[in-house]
């Protein structure tokens, strides 16, 4: 009896160790910019077509930077929570438009010139925004996804939020659930703007 | 976006033509591309996550490669560029990631199984050796077997 106790706890130990890893998201790959200062960038804003947007802009406040475009479909699955968030929250949420036409398979990017691209991308986005609502205080225009990288960007959506000293304090990678909200974003934001 | 990648890979995959897009390099190039390939088989694409970044076809890895490419231009070194990579993306990127504190168990961990395999064997060898080695017949049997020999020689 006694020498079949030893290989049925290493059984189950192994069944514990893959249990867990059942429950784990192989794609929530912890990011190395948390705790690290926000990259720097100056990209076009949306809306106002001659005016740029930047990080550096929204020192001392906590603000999320939500990295979304219209070809992506968990965006979709995500978009209410983020108009409800606008709806009962003030703090700023800066919408990353990320390689809205490049990122595009149907479309041949190569064959447009950067001007075309960009107002491309502004007809694309507001036309994406209009239909859904627009919970962004701001939406910079990552045409090229260059910024994407720096934000070490590798699925769309991804969400940071960001403190007061410009500082990266979480990555939420995926789609943000109601669920998600409430039990991680919501309680970190409160926690940053005391 | 992850869907959508997942989808793209699978698809590139069975198409040989897509292969045939990936322009040639151009003779100049030759030195950079080497150098671009060796660098991006050190590093995961993170969108097909067990592909190399080199034998990826997701769009973040031709971006990334891109990205390779310019640094190389520029003069960077290897060590340089995996940095920029690790700085952005993690460990993770890593195929070989950094020993430190959070990665022993990962680099640890197959010495450590071995050595717990090599340790239940020569236990298991001891045990059956003593087994072996142990005395086969009590006196009582001896006397019986010799009893019993004696009797057949008769």
Redesign the interface.
């Known amino acids: 009896m006694k020498r079949f106790l030893i290989p049925l706890a290493a059984f189950f130990v192994l069944v514990i160790f893959l249990a867990i890893g059942l429950t784990r998201d192989p794609h929530d790959v912890p990011s190395p910019l948390k705790d690290k200062p926000a990259p720097a960038f100056t990209l076009p804003q949306l809306a106002a077509g001659d005016k740029n947007f930047s990080p550096a802009d929204m020192m001392g406040k906590v603000w999320l930077l939500n990295v979304w475009s219209s070809w992506c479909v968990s965006c979709r699955a995500e978009h209410p929570v983020l108009v409800a968030f606008a709806n009962q929250s003030k703090l700023p949420l800066v919408g990353l438009s990320y390689k809205e036409v490049r990122g595009d398979s149907d479309i041949d990017a190569g064959k447009l010139s950067p001007d075309d691209e960009l107002r491309l991308t502004r007809r694309r986005a507001s036309a994406w925004l209009a239909e859904r609502g627009n919970p962004y205080t701001t939406v910079a225009l990552d045409v090229d996804g260059r910024v994407g990288i720096d934000y070490g960007v590798y699925g769309v959506p991804e969400t940071y939020v960001i403190d007061k000293t410009g500082m990266i304090r979480m990555k939420h990678t995926g789609p943000i659930t109601s669920e998600s909200m409430k039990k991680q974003i919501l309680p970190l934001v409160a926690e940053l703007s005391k | ?5 997942l989808l ?1 890979c699978c698809a590139l995959m069975f198409t040989g033509a897509a292969m045939a897009k990936e322009a040639a390099p151009m003779a100049a190039d030759v030195e950079v591309e080497k150098r671009m390939v060796a660098i991006s088989e050190e590093l995961r694409c ?2 097909c ?1 067990n592909e190399s970044l080199a034998g990826s076809h997701a ?2 890895a031709q ?2 490669r891109r ?1 390779i490419r310019k640094m190389i231009g520029e003069g960077k070194t290897d060590k340089e560029i995996l940095d920029f990579m ?7 990127v890593r195929y070989r990631p950094p020993m430190k504190p959070t990665t022993w168990l990962l680099w640890g961990g197959p010495f450590l199984l071995m050595a717990g395999g090599i340790a239940a064997l020569i236990a298991f060898l001891r045990r059956r050796a003593r087994e072996a080695a142990a005395p086969e017949l009590s006196e009582e049997e001896h006397r019986r077997a010799a009893a019993l020999l004696d009797q057949s020689n008769s």
Do not use: I, N, T
Not at chain 2, 1 to 5: A, I
């Open positions: 976006m992850k869907l959508r990648s793209v993170l969108v996550q769009e973040l971006d990334l990205e690790e700085a952005r993306y993690g460990d993770f």
